[in-house]
Structure formats: structure tokens, C-alpha cells
């Protein structure tokens, strides 16, 4: 998966992404919560802006006192990667996880990072991003309910997390370095997704990309698939395949979907885009694949869209 979703050129993204600016958008693990925009300085309280510093703290620890113990526990079933959907307390998941990856779990490791992944953003300042959503809850826009309901679903999974835990980019590679050397083929095809690969030459890139063809794994799909986008364009090493354009790494998501990973309206994969990428769907309803085909692909495109997405999921050279 993406640290942080790369689809900007979709027809919802722009007024998300606007609200985004007003709240300190935290990619590539910078928080900001000093530079409103100047169109809504002015809309917040007074009383607000000065005690903002001490709301957040008392936010936090409200968070970590109170919104822990109504989260869900989960143990770890045989297939580990269910229970990153639903209402699992991912702190707690993330723990249990960690003991596995520790004695050589590959697939323990990976889940870790998709852990760290989807609740870097919040850990980062729990606080802050509650007064965030209390600030986009007051701007009265329409793309903001659906992304403050997003939000704090984050912020009930996540509550358990908090800055000192260090989540960000650094740690998640770290920890897909980690699962990715043990053997996992998501993690492998995440670092290569991210610019960080386990080998940098032609050879090794187009062979891990026909590795996840023939694995079918949804999770190696979905987490290769901002790498086969605009970042592939130009590669001679991956000629022939699904790359180098804005279609070819919706084709890869989708083909994910179409390979059983979990794209529902509730799945992690929409929650994320909407609460950490600001790409929102303004039907609560949809799934991945309906949201794609309804805001991201014109209907001269859906045919080209099916085609390539076939292309993926069919079995290579008879296998």
C-alpha cells in the first residue's frame, strides 16, 4: 500500500484536498497546525485558536483513556490480515502482531506496516486531529461530513497510538524492509512501490512484477500499484505490462479487488483515501470499484479500464 494515496487527478480530490490545506495536511510526516488557511483564520473562535495547545493535550488524553476501551480486541486468527477491517482495536492488533513478526512471521511483519500506515497520520497528534475534525465539522462544506466520518473512525481504531510511538514513513519502511527480507511479497512489492526496492536493476523489477502476476495475491497487487502508475512511465524494464499511465494503477487496485482484497464501502482502502488522502465518495455506499468507475473513469475509458484489468488477474502463460 502507499504511505499516503497518490490518485490526485480524480474528480473529488480537489475540493478535498482544499479542506486538507485548512487542517494541515501531515504527508511525509509533517504536522501543521500553524498555518490555517486565511479564508477560515478568521471563522475560528478566539477562545479556540489561544487554548488550542492545551485542548489538544486534554484531547489526547481523553483518546487514550476513554476511546480504547471501546474498541473492539481481536486475537489473531489463522488468515492475520482480517482483522485490519471491522472495528479492531489496532493498537492492541498491532502489539499481538508485533510478537509474531519478532519471531520470524513475514506476514505478522507486513500487517504491522499496514497498521502503521493507516494510523500514522492520527498518531502523529491525536490531539490535533480531533480539533481538525471539529474544524472541518464547523465549515459547513459538502465534501466535509464524509471526510470527518472517515477521520474518526481512524481516531476510534487508532486511539491507542500516540507521537512518542514514532509512526511515519521512516518506521513503515523500516518495518517492510523487515517483512519483505522474511519473505513477504507485499511488503517487497511496496518498498519497490515507494522508490525504496530490494534491488535496482531491469531484471529485478520486471521479475517482481510478474511475480505478483503470478501470485494473485490481492495485498502484492494493491501495494504495487501506485509503482505501475505515472512513477513507471518511461521504464523499458516493465514494457508490455500494465504501466506508465494513470489507468494502469487503478487497473492494478481493481485487479486487487477483483483477487478478493477487501474494497467495500466500510474497507480500510476507502477509509483511507477519504480520511488520509481526502478522496472521498459522496455516495457512503459505493465500493471501490463503483467509486472508480463513477468519478475517476469516463465511460469511453471503462471498456480500456476492463481490458487491462483482465490482463492482470488472468493466469500467465497457462499458469
Not at 266 to 284: E, R
Amino acid at each position: 500500500m502507499a504511505l499516503v494515496p497518490t490518485l490526485k487527478t480524480w474528480l473529488l480530490v480537489v475540493p478535498a484536498l482544499a479542506l486538507l490545506g485548512v487542517v494541515g495536511y501531515r504527508a511525509g510526516g509533517h504536522v501543521r497546525h500553524d498555518a490555517p488557511a486565511p479564508s477560515v483564520v478568521d471563522e475560528v473562535p478566539g477562545t479556540l485558536a489561544a487554548n488550542a495547545p492545551l485542548q489538544a493535550q486534554a484531547l489526547a488524553r481523553q483518546l487514550l483513556a476513554g476511546e480504547r476501551g471501546n474498541a473492539i480486541a481481536s486475537g489473531l486468527p489463522l488468515d492475520i490480515r482480517a482483522d485490519i477491517e471491522g472495528d479492531t482495536d489496532l493498537f492492541a492488533y498491532a502489539q499481538r502482531l508485533q510478537l509474531q513478526a519478532s519471531q520470524g512471521n513475514a506476514e505478522a511483519a507486513w500487517m504491522v506496516s499496514r497498521v502503521y500506515d493507516y494510523c500514522a497520520i492520527y498518531a502523529m497528534d491525536p490531539g490535533g486531529y480531533q480539533l481538525d475534525n471539529a474544524l472541518l465539522s464547523g465549515m459547513g462544506m459538502t465534501a466535509a461530513p464524509a471526510m470527518v466520518q472517515a477521520r474518526e473512525r481512524v481516531a476510534r481504531r487508532c486511539g491507542g497510538f500516540v507521537a512518542s510511538d514514532g509512526l511515519g514513513r521512516q518506521l513503515i519502511l523500516t518495518q517492510r524492509r523487515q517483512a519483505a527480507k522474511a519473505g513477504n511479497l507485499a511488503a517487497e512489492a511496496s518498498l519497490f512501490a515507494e522508490g525504496q526496492p530490494l534491488q535496482d536493476n531491469a531484471g529485478y523489477r520486471r521479475g517482481l512484477v510478474e511475480r505478483v502476476m503470478d501470485s494473485h495475491d490481492p495485498e502484492a497487487y494493491m501495494a504495487l500499484s501506485s509503482g505501475m502508475g505515472q512513477r513507471a512511465s518511461g521504464d523499458r524494464a516493465l514494457d508490455g505490462l500494465v504501466a506508465g499511465d494513470s489507468f494502469s494503477e487503478l487497473a492494478w487496485r481493481l485487479a486487487a479487488c477483483e483477487l478478493g482484497m477487501a474494497c467495500g464501502a466500510d474497507s480500510v482502502l476507502m477509509n483511507n483515501f477519504c480520511a488520509n488522502g481526502g478522496i472521498c465518495s459522496q455516495d457512503g455506499g459505493q465500493d471501490f470499484a463503483t467509486f472508480v468507475y463513477d468519478a475517476a473513469v469516463s465511460r469511453q475509458g471503462a471498456g480500456k479500464m476492463k481490458t487491462l484489468v483482465e490482463k492482470l488477474i488472468k493466469q500467465r502463460n497457462g499458469r
